[in-house]
């Protein structure tokens, strides 16, 4: 991605409160691809047990589809997402890749992966964006 889209997209979600307090940046993002990441913090992103907490991986999966989106898209908003949790997360930083896998009208259907440090899937999602027009 060059960097003037880069810049555009960072702009885009400066106002993203939620996203910013929790440390998720974009990572990387290409023409049918976006990759959001964040470095876990054992203060704030671990739950009880000592792995990372679910809500903060709903959150880089939902900010990845989010940045997607937006980019290939005008303004879309998520409508609906089935989040299906794999394996505990137990790493320093994680990522989230999502890529659109059908477009039909003001709907979008995106696909989320999101890995924990080593690699390993720890969850995936199923997005379903409306597409607004302007």
């Given at each position: 991605m060059n960097e003037e889209k880069l810049h555009s997209l960072e702009k885009l979600f400066?106002?993203?409160?939620?996203?910013?307090?929790?440390?998720?940046?974009?990572?990387?993002?290409?023409?049918d691809y976006a990759t959001v990441s964040a470095d876990i913090r054992a203060d704030e992103h671990l739950n009880g047990v000592g792995v990372v907490q679910g809500g903060m991986l709903?959150?880089?999966?939902d900010f990845a589809f989010?940045?997607?989106?937006?980019?290939?898209?005008?303004?879309?908003?998520?409508?609906?997402?089935?989040?299906?949790?794999?394996r505990a997360a137990k790493t320093d930083r994680i990522t989230a890749t999502a890529r659109e896998i059908e477009r039909a009208g003001h709907n979008c259907v995106v696909e989320v992966i999101v890995r924990d440090g080593g690699g390993n899937i720890v969850c995936t999602g199923s997005f379903n964006g409306f597409i607004s027009v302007k």
């Amino acid at each position: 991605m060059n960097e003037e889209k880069l810049h555009s997209l960072e702009k885009l979600f400066e106002r993203d409160g939620y996203v910013a307090l929790s440390g998720i940046k974009i990572a990387e993002a290409g023409d049918d691809y976006a990759t959001v990441s964040a470095d876990i913090r054992a203060d704030e992103h671990l739950n009880g047990v000592g792995v990372v907490q679910g809500g903060m991986l709903y959150t880089a999966a939902d900010f990845a589809f989010a940045v997607l989106t937006n980019m290939l898209h005008p303004t879309t908003i998520t409508q609906s997402a089935t989040v299906t949790y794999i394996r505990a997360a137990k790493t320093d930083r994680i990522t989230a890749t999502a890529r659109e896998i059908e477009r039909a009208g003001h709907n979008c259907v995106v696909e989320v992966i999101v890995r924990d440090g080593g690699g390993n899937i720890v969850c995936t999602g199923s997005f379903n964006g409306f597409i607004s027009v302007k």
